[in-house]
């Protein structure tokens, strides 16, 4: 038979609300939403998709709303889209002090979706406020 403090813990443990313990089971709210389109940074190339964050923030409410649908059903289907774990590999940039002629001399720069990245930020910020 069990310990009965370990009895006390799991059942005080089982009555306990998790909802506030679990920030990925609450659906992303159109604030939090907002807030992300946002918070995304500016003035950085395109993505595979041809998106830049600026397009995001300045979207008309009917695609908000359908982001939002679709960030929720992702979350909750746990499925990522393909699209948006494709990174392009669309340059290199000369560390500093290399030699040019070496090839690991350079550092890739892979650009992912501005629309993945969004749902990063929903998917991170509970977790960090």
Same mark, same amino acid.
């Given at each position: =038979?069990?310990?009965? *403090? +370990?009895? *006390? !813990? ?7 609300? =998790?909802?506030s @313990? ?6 992303? %709210?159109? /604030? ?5 389109l946002w ?8 993505? #595979? /998709?041809? !998106? =830049?964050?600026? +397009? &995001?923030?300045?979207l ?7 982001? &939002? %649908?679709?960030? /929720?059903?992702? *979350?909750r289907? $746990?499925?990522? !889209?393909?699209?948006? *774990? &494709?990174? $392009?590999?669309? %340059?290199?940039? !000369?560390k500093?002090?290399?030699?040019? +002629?070496?090839?690991?001399?350079y550092?890739?720069?892979? #650009? ?5 990245? %969004? =749902?990063e930020?929903?998917? @991170? ?5």
């Amino acid at each position: =038979m069990a310990d009965p *403090r +370990m009895r *006390r !813990l799991k059942k005080a443990l089982e009555h306990r609300p =998790m909802a506030s @313990n679990r920030p990925f089971e609450v659906e992303f %709210t159109e /604030n939090k939403h907002n807030i992300a389109l946002w918070k995304g940074k500016t003035g950085k190339a395109l993505g #595979l /998709n041809e !998106l =830049m964050q600026e +397009m &995001l923030a300045h979207l008309g409410q009917s695609v908000k709303d359908t982001l &939002l %649908t679709l960030f /929720n059903h992702t *979350r909750r289907s $746990g499925e990522l !889209l393909h699209a948006w *774990r &494709l990174g $392009g590999c669309c %340059t290199k940039i !000369l560390k500093k002090g290399k030699c040019a +002629m070496a090839a690991e001399s350079y550092r890739p720069i892979s #650009l992912t979706s501005v629309i993945s990245k %969004t =749902m990063e930020y929903l998917v @991170n910020a509970p977790l960090y406020h």
